[in-house]
């Protein structure tokens, strides 16, 4: 059964850094890209980025690059969405998700909630 | 770039047939036959329901289907149930190779 497994909630404060996780269970990590969506509360879907792990091509949103980094380590099956400088608009749920082509999202996370208040 | 349009909430009777529209433009839906579709139950993850336009992943129901014609494709749900009662997105690759999702529809079962 594909599984992506979420790291949890997060509290913080403008200006920290986070980075979150996500493992890819059940299927061959390198051949799908992985990434992440954003929804902030009571709104809609908004993709960030997607990483490849057998090259680690990225790509970002035009609203996300310079803002987060993507990564993976596909030793440990593991995809990482990471802040240099939080925000409070950064508080959100973050997906964790499969694409087999860049195109769509075959599998969800159960979703990482961000907090950033002072 | 804009979400792509969808009406804010769309609903029917147990039964009946309803379809929720996902209006893009020539640089997203207009250009590519690659529209999904994701359903988001209340609490949940969204899941895949539909991608290329028209196809089903395994597991889906065959009551969802999809569509499209010029810049603006559809989701349709026949023989509602109360089980469908959730949010809709729409998606699209663009001309500049984001994805874009749509604004999300609330279905309500009646």
């Known amino acids: 059964e594909v599984q992506l497994a979420q790291s949890g909630a997060e509290l913080k404060k403008p200006g920290e850094s986070l980075k979150i996780s996500c493992k890819g269970h059940g299927y061959k990590f390198t051949n799908y890209w992985i990434g992440w969506v954003r929804q902030m509360s009571g709104k809609g879907l908004e993709w960030m980025a997607l990483?490849?792990?057998?090259?680690?091509?990225?790509r970002y949103s035009p609203s996300s690059e310079g803002h987060v980094t993507i990564s993976v380590d596909k030793s440990i099956t593991t995809a990482f969405l990471q802040w240099r400088s939080l925000k409070a608009s950064d508080t959100a749920m973050y997906f964790c998700?499969?694409?087999?082509?860049?195109?769509?999202?075959?599998?969800w996370g159960q979703g990482s909630l961000v907090t950033v208040s002072s | 770039q804009s979400a792509l349009t969808q009406p804010a909430s769309v609903s029917g009777s147990p039964g009946q047939s309803i379809t929720v529209s996902c209006a893009g433009t020539?640089?997203?839906?207009?250009?590519?036959?690659?529209v999904s579709w994701y359903q988001q139950l209340p609490g949940k993850a969204p899941r895949l329901i539909i991608y290329?336009?028209?196809n089903r992943p395994s597991g889906v129901s065959n009551r969802f289907s999809g569509s499209k014609s010029g810049n603006t494709a559809s989701l349709a749900i026949s023989g509602l149930q109360s089980e469908d009662e959730a949010d809709y997105y729409c998606?699209?690759?663009?001309?500049?190779?984001?994805?874009?999702f749509g604004t999300g529809t609330k279905v309500t079962v009646l």
């Open positions: 998606s699209s690759l663009t001309t500049t190779t984001t994805l874009l």
């Open positions: 290329d336009v028209n």
């Open positions: 998700v499969r694409s087999p082509t860049t195109i769509y999202f075959d599998a």
């Open positions: 990483v490849h792990p057998g090259d680690s091509d990225t």
């Open positions: 020539s640089n997203d839906v207009g250009s590519f036959d690659y």
